[in-house]
């Protein structure tokens, strides 16, 4: 061995002798440390590892063998080191994991489910409020008067042209207020109603006047009273009796003729006498047939307003001057014919039965009274059934005025509706001298100017007179 490496021998042995002292030295410190797991490399980068800053501290404070160690709780706070603590390890909680899971697959199911009702419930309102894509069905609906909105949506539900009754009964309150301007109450009827129509077609078809197409005639004898029409026109389902009477009972102010009508407080029915006789077409209410209470005013309107037309277009300006020459006014014709109409039975009498009345009306003095049995029939038919408990009063004071044995002159009203002839009767009577005149069972009629003649005629006849009470009135 040369000089040369018997130095660096000596040199590494003096080295390593040193080195283990230090090594001892250190194992004194730390005597927890064991020397045999851990390297000195390793431990050195463990005290100076940024994690505990308190053994860097330690490893600092060891500046040679005679220095004495300096423990980190001995170093002022101001001159400390702050730690940087370690974050704990994230622990995963697999259970809790699988529950939010469980959640969220829940939540999204349930959201899945609500959309598919939700949609379901949008189509089915909408095709309700369109009326589209629904199987079409025919349902016969009836509306009565005073009906609610939710009677009338419930019905068109029972009736299956609807499926969210609900929802029409919010359609309608939004869009069909009552205070608006453009609102029409619902109409009463039957009506064909059919599920693809929409909310709208249904509302405007419900608030609609219906139009009828099937048409009836209807004849009109002459003679007829005008109760006796509107039964026809009911047995007809025209319109209801009830409703007809509206129209007759009060002036409507709306024809030249009703200008010459007395207003008489005692006329039973003001416009009696002129609803013309004759054949008329009239519609047939198909709702009238199903419920009998069904309000045809307007009906009844159309009709007597027909009627009324009609009697004016037959009273021609001849005839209105032959009124002036015998220096009576229409309505006072029309009282007379309807007295002629009943006492006769064709042309021949009618005109010499006008010629008595008009004899007696031109000598008051003589003949106050026209003595007309037929005026008791109108009476019996008409007045009678009318009285009650409460107008007792007044019901007898409009006997006494249509009763001929007890009112002088002609009657406060006419007594039945007359044809054209009669009123020609009354405007060109027979030239007679006769006060008298009576007809047999058989249908002979007996014509006389004395009372004694008139008596010998009963006797003829085979009649019996009357008997009357002390104020005239038939018993």
């Known amino acids: 061995m040369d000089e040369k490496n018997l130095n660096e021998n000596e040199i590494n042995e003096d080295f390593a002798e040193e080195d283990l002292g230090k090594t001892q030295e250190i194992d004194s410190i730390f005597p927890e440390t064991d020397s045999h797991s851990i390297t000195p490399r390793e431990e050195f980068i463990e005290l100076n590892s940024a994690d505990d800053m308190s053994k860097t501290l330690l490893m600092d404070s060891m500046p040679g063998d005679n220095v004495q160690a300096v423990q980190y709780e001995d170093i002022p706070e101001e001159n400390r080191v702050k730690r940087r603590k370690k974050k704990p390890k994230k622990q995963i909680n697999h259970a809790r994991t699988m529950g939010q899971v469980f959640l969220g697959v829940v939540i999204a199911v349930a959201s899945m489910a609500l959309g598919v009702v939700l949609s379901i419930n949008v ?10 894509a629904k199987p079409i069905k025919e349902a016969e609906i009836e509306i009565y008067n005073d009906m609610s909105v939710d009677e009338i949506v419930d019905s068109l ?12 009964k919010m359609y309608i309150n939004i869009t069909d207020k009552k205070d608006s301007e453009d609102y029409r109450p619902f109409l009463e009827g039957t009506y064909t109603i059919y599920s693809n129509m929409s909310y709208s077609s249904i509302i405007d078809t419900l608030k ?106 037959k009273i021609s300006k001849s005839m209105k001057a032959r009124m002036k020459e015998l220096g009576m006014t229409l309505d006072e014709v029309v009282r007379l014919a309807s007295i002629v109409q009943w006492e006769g039975n064709d042309e021949d009498n009618w005109a010499k039965i006008s010629s008595v009345f008009h004899n007696r009306l031109n000598d008051p003095e003589t003949f106050p009274k026209l003595e007309s049995d037929a005026t008791d029939t109108y009476i019996a038919m008409c007045i009678t059934p009318k009285i009650t408990a409460s107008n007792k009063d007044r019901m007898q004071s409009i006997t006494d005025a249509y009763d001929t044995y007890n009112c002088t002159g002609l009657p406060a009203g006419a007594i039945c509706n007359p044809g054209l002839d009669t009123i020609n009767a009354v405007l060109y009577p027979a030239e007679t001298s006769y006060y008298y005149f009576l007809a047999s069972k058989e249908g002979d009629f007996y014509y006389a100017q004395t009372i004694e003649q008139h008596e010998q005629n009963i006797i003829d006849a085979g009649l019996e007179p009357p008997e009357r009470n002390d104020e005239g009135v038939s018993q």
């Open 123 to 132: 189509i089915k309102a909408l095709r309700d409020i369109t009326g589209m």
């Open 157 to 168: 539900h029972k009736g299956g042209v609807i499926e969210v009754p609900s929802l029409m």
């Open 208 to 313: 609609t006047k219906k139009t009828y197409t099937e048409t009836v005639t209807v004849m009109i004898p002459e003679g007829i009273t005008a109760l006796e029409i509107g039964q026809i026109l009911e047995e007809n389902y025209v319109c209801r009796a009830v409703d007809f009477e509206k129209y007759y009972k009060s002036k409507l102010n709306k024809y030249d003729f009703e200008e010459q009508i007395e207003n008489n407080p005692y006329r039973l029915n003001m416009l009696e006498g002129y609803l013309f006789p004759d054949t008329y077409d009239f519609y047939v209410i198909d709702d009238l047939k199903k419920n009998p209470n069904f309000d045809t005013t307007d009906n009844a309107k159309v009709v007597a307003e027909t009627m009324y037309k009609n009697f004016e277009s």
